[in-house]
């Protein structure tokens, strides 16, 4: 295991298991689309084109690193730079979440269910999921008046949270600092079931930075104007 860079971060953990996972789906991408580009957490970009593939093979390395079942492995799938399909997938509890022209799906145990989120009206019913503050650096604030505005605030899910916001059980997750790789394969889920994700700027999110995901649009309108307030 060894740190690399990340800006607000002491500690960015990469392990011998994101490596190869990636390695992994490197190949299998490449036999089976060899014309389409792929963009890793691990090994960059390669290739160019319309199509791309973007890879995270362990999102979510310390809790992978403290065996908590929050990590997933990213899959995501881009036509002209746009997130269109995107599986989520957690080995260890056997779930799986995705999303794809026929909607947003999970699967466990052989059962196969839609995803829908679900909508609670107003932002003071809300739970808000996010990273752990310590990679907030200047954006402390925003998340402090968002915070003092929901329900109830919980920390670390990483990209599990995130299905469980398509899901229906988790409001509204809000993060600092994101890759592409971090969420294009997310973006379909949350749409797919209902959901809105932007950046802050409110661009589209795929190629990351500051970003939150509601369960509704009237949510992430209601979230944005306390997170953009001068």
Partial sequence: MSSKEKPGWRFDPVTDADRAAEKALRKALATAFPDH?????????EGSGRFRWVLDPVDGTRPFLCGLPLWATLIGFEVDGRAVMGMMSQPFTGERFWAGPDGAWTARAGRRERLRTRDVGDLSQAVLHTTSPEG???LSEKLKRLMAKVRMTRFGGEAYATAMLASGYIDLCLEPALQPYDIVALIPIIEAAGGLVTRLDGERAERGGPVLAAATANLHEQAMAVLCRE
């Avoid at 580009?37 to 970009?45: K, P, V």
């Fill in 136 to 138: 907030y650096g200047p």
């Fill in 37 to 45: 580009a792929i963009l890793g957490e691990e090994f960059g970009s």
